[in-house]
Nanobody
């Protein structure tokens, strides 16, 4: 069992930066791939970024590639999402998730989800 708690969201102007954190409970955190997803009002939840259990592999949605960086610290049971050059279209609730099998870009891969943190980017 893994419990996830996101933090670091907020209101930022376009071009600004935010760093999201996702703290996990449970001794098996390091065995899970971790993903970040987001959901804007009226839209489906979409993949943002994912990282392997070791941190050696990462993948990003095309819309955030070059602007966002996912990382993890297994000693701290925490995964991060550094978001730079934010755009109004990045406005959404951001969720972290833990998964073990399947494609990292699919929601169904992930077994555990956090409650989400709001990111609002003003123009």
């Amino acid at each position: 069992q893994v419990q996830l708690v996101e933090s670091g969201g907020g209101l930022v102007q376009a071009g600004g930066s935010l760093r999201l954190s996702c703290a996990a409970s449970g001794r098996t955190f390091s065995s899970y791939a971790m993903g970040w997803f987001r959901q804007a009002p009226g839209k489906e939840r979409e993949f943002v970024a994912a990282i392997s259990w070791s941190g050696g592999g990462t993948t990003y949605a095309d819309s955030v590639k070059g602007r966002f960086t996912i990382s993890r610290d297994n000693a701290k049971n925490t995964v991060y999402l550094q978001m730079n050059n934010l755009k109004p279209e990045d406005t959404a609730v951001y969720y972290c998730a833990a998964g073990s099998k399947g494609s990292w870009r699919l929601l169904t891969t992930y077994d555990y989800w956090g409650q989400g943190t709001q990111v609002t980017v003003s123009s």
